[in-house]
């Protein structure tokens, strides 16, 4: 098992959206986070057929390309009745559009009057180093599809997914509910506890993992 100890990281995405929300995440950890876009790393292929290799897939790429330590996460949602699609694909249901409307449509015709309504959303995170040395941590919230979707918060598929222990849905909730029982958050938990070195200092969004 291998620490991050602080300093420079680079975030392994182009999305300023998601630098902002894990540099966020990150600061109280001594993380001083670029993304690759802000580099001008080019984006790898996803060629790896679980979120896993995706996700260290990116991440390696990352950090031999700028020779430091580098963060990158591949997540989706998975459908039971859909034999866990759209998966590692749940962007690219979304076209090059990112129609995510059109996706979950396709997604509540796919799985039609089928009984089993359950999902679950996933995300892996991935720390590489140059060396080569990676490690990883998943978090997954299950829950349920809802239709019609409800709700205008969150992002991609979060209008028709209810997490357990809620009647609403993630589209419905506040930015800091959602961030306390989301696939990412419990990614986040997971991988501050088991490879950062430095404590957390001060309130910050991080404490949405100890409630």
């Not at 602080?6 to 999305?15: D, F, I, P, S, Y």
């Not at 080019?42 to 580098?70: C, D, M």
């Not at 590489?128 to 978090?139: F, I, L, N, R, S």
Request: aromatic letters at 8%; one cysteine or more.
């Amino acid at each position: 098992m291998r620490k991050f100890t602080g300093g420079k990281l680079v975030l392994a995405t182009h999305n300023k959206n998601k630098v902002k929300e894990i540099g966020d995440l990150l600061a109280p950890f001594g993380a001083d986070v670029v993304s690759a876009g802000d580099l001008g790393l080019p984006e790898p292929e996803e060629t790896g057929s679980t979120f896993t290799e995706n996700a260290i897939l990116k991440a390696k790429a990352a950090a031999l390309a700028s020779g430091q330590a580098a963060l990158a996460d591949d997540s989706g949602l998975a459908v039971a009745a859909l034999n866990g699609e759209p998966g590692i694909y749940s962007a690219r249901w979304a076209g090059p559009e990112k129609n995510f409307s059109a996706a979950m449509q396709e997604v509540n015709r796919r799985v039609g009057g089928h009984d089993d309504r359950s999902a679950a959303f996933v995300c892996v995170l991935a720390l590489a180093w140059p060396d080569g040395h990676v490690e990883t941590a998943e978090g997954r919230c299950e829950g349920t599809l809802a239709w019609p979707p409800r709700g205008e918060g969150g992002f991609g598929y979060d209008p028709m997914f209810t997490p357990e222990g809620f009647d609403r849905t993630f589209g419905e909730m506040e930015p800091e509910e959602k961030q306390a029982v989301s696939h990412r958050a419990r990614a986040f938990k997971k991988l501050v506890e088991l490879y950062f070195s430095a404590p957390p200092q001060g309130e910050g969004t991080i404490s949405a993992f100890n409630r």
